[in-house]
Antibody, heavy 121, light 107 residues
């Protein structure tokens, strides 16, 4: 069974750093892209970027380029989303998701449970 | 980026009603259009991909159509369990982009 399990909720202060994780199981982790999607409180879905764990090839949405870092450790079957200096506007639910096949443009058919990030002084 | 304009932003309908949501792309995306359902507090769920293909296990009352820039999502007979927000997404060009969502409620 394909599963994506994300790390738990985080409460951070502005300016702090953070790295959240998404562990894949039940499939070949290095053969599928993993994407990240942001959902701000009461708002819609925003595609942030994707990474191919097999070679760490990464594509970001221009809206998120330079604001976050997406990485993966294939030995741990885990993808990461990282901030170096959080802002209040980073408060949101973050989902990782896996596409239906091996293409970075494919729709997401498996999703993590979400990680809630709260940034507040 | 390709902009996806979804309408309406919300709707209220009775059980058994036919519900239609539209999604317009800012440029031709062929048939690379997907629909997701998100229930409160849950992750999105893929319902339809490639404009009209139902994901395994999705009830046949859900359907999709369209091509190019104009797409339609239909629930043929609204059920109480269909209360959710629905999003379209284009998968033609990176970055993939979502519509703003349509919140479906029971009247």
């Amino acid at each position: 069974e394909v599963q994506l399990v994300q790390s738990g909720a985080e409460v951070k202060k502005p300016g702090e750093s953070l790295k959240i994780s998404c562990k894949g199981s039940g499939y070949s982790f290095t053969s599928y892209w993993i994407g990240w999607v942001r959902q701000m409180p009461g708002k819609g879905l925003e595609w942030m970027g994707v990474i191919y764990p097999g070679d760490s090839d990464t594509t970001y949405s221009p809206s998120f380029q330079g604001q976050v870092t997406i990485s993966a450790d294939k030995s741990l079957s885990t993808a990461y989303l990282e901030w170096s200096s959080l802002k209040g506007s980073d408060s949101a639910m973050y989902y990782c998701a896996r596409p239906t096949d091996g293409y970075n443009t494919s729709p997401f058919d498996y999703w993590g449970q979400g990680t809630l990030v709260t940034v507040s002084s | 980026d390709i902009q996806m304009t979804q309408s309406p932003s919300s709707l209220s309908a009775s059980v058994g009603d036919r519900v239609t949501i539209t999604c317009q792309a800012s440029q031709d995306i062929s048939n690379d259009l997907n629909w997701y359902q998100q229930k409160p507090g849950k992750a999105p769920k893929l319902l339809i991909y490639g404009t009209s293909y139902l994901e395994t296990g999705v009830p046949s009352r859900f359907s999709g159509s369209g091509s190019g820039t104009d797409f339609t999502f239909t629930i043929s007979s609204l059920q109480p369990e269909d209360i959710a927000t629905y999003y379209c997404q284009q998968s033609d060009t990176l970055p993939l982009t979502f519509g703003g969502g349509t919140k479906v409620e029971i009247k």
